[in-house]
Every structure is written in structure tokens, then in C-alpha cells.
């Protein structure tokens, strides 16, 4: 069974830092591309970052431009979603979600385009 796991949420203050993982089971996470979103209370879904099979980093949000990072460990069959400077608009249920038909690039940043959805992790940024 094909399955995503987003994990590392937690509550933390402006300014402060988290990472997120995306752990995959019954996959290997290598040959897919990996997407982060979030949903806001009251908001749309909204696309953060992705990195293609074969590296390639799409930004989804201008927001979080120069704050977020995305990385894969393919030993570890794991994605993260290292995330500085955070604030209070970052608050949200993150996602990730996985695409196996981009290398170079990235699915778009609605996300119809993904195959398997993690369950999501809970970051709340407040002082």
C-alpha cells in the first residue's frame, strides 16, 4: 500500500524554525516528484515548494521565497520542508503529495496533479 507520511509540525513563534518530513511507504520516494502544500483555516489549498525526481526545485509561493527550503534523503526515503523565519501567516495544515511524471520539472501548484496525498501536520506559528 502506497503511503505518505507528513510529520514535524508543532507550534512554534515568529521567527523560529521547523522541518517538516514527507516519510513514503510502500514507494520509493526517488522516482517522484514531491510537492508541499498548506490550507489555512477558511483558505484555499495553496502550493509551497516541489522538487522533481530528478532535483528540480519549483517554487510555489512567493511568500515563503528565501525562507523555505526543500530537500529529498533518498536513503531515507524521506522529503523535508526546512522552514526559517516563520510567521503567523504560516500557520496551516501542510501536505505533501507526490507525482511520479516529472523529472526536470514540477506538476502545477494546484495540486490536481498528484497521485498520493500525506494526511497533513499542523504548524501554528504564535506568540
Known amino acids: 500500500q502506497l503511503q505518505l507520511v507528513a510529520s514535524g509540525g508543532g507550534l512554534v513563534q515568529p521567527g523560529e524554525s521547523l522541518r517538516l518530513s514527507c516519510a513514503a511507504s510502500?514507494?520509493?520516494?526517488?522516482?517522484?516528484?514531491i510537492g508541499w502544500f498548506r490550507q489555512a483555516p477558511g483558505k484555499e489549498r495553496e502550493g509551497v515548494l516541489c522538487?522533481?525526481?530528478?532535483?528540480?526545485?519549483?517554487n510555489y509561493a512567493d511568500s515563503v521565497k528565501g525562507r523555505f527550503t526543500i530537500s529529498r534523503d533518498n536513503a531515507k526515503n524521506t522529503v523535508y520542508l526546512q522552514m526559517s523565519s516563520l510567521k503567523p501567516e504560516d500557520t496551516a495544515v501542510y501536505y505533501c503529495?507526490?507525482?511520479?511524471?516529472?523529472?526536470?520539472?514540477?506538476?502545477?501548484?494546484?495540486?490536481?496533479?498528484?497521485?498520493?496525498w500525506g494526511q497533513g501536520t499542523q504548524v501554528t506559528v504564535s506568540s
Open positions: 503529495a507526490a507525482n511520479e511524471d516529472y523529472y526536470y520539472t514540477c506538476p502545477g501548484s494546484g495540486g490536481v496533479e498528484y497521485d498520493y
Open positions: 510502500g514507494f520509493r520516494l526517488t522516482y517522484y516528484a
Open positions: 522538487i522533481s525526481s530528478g532535483g528540480g526545485i519549483t
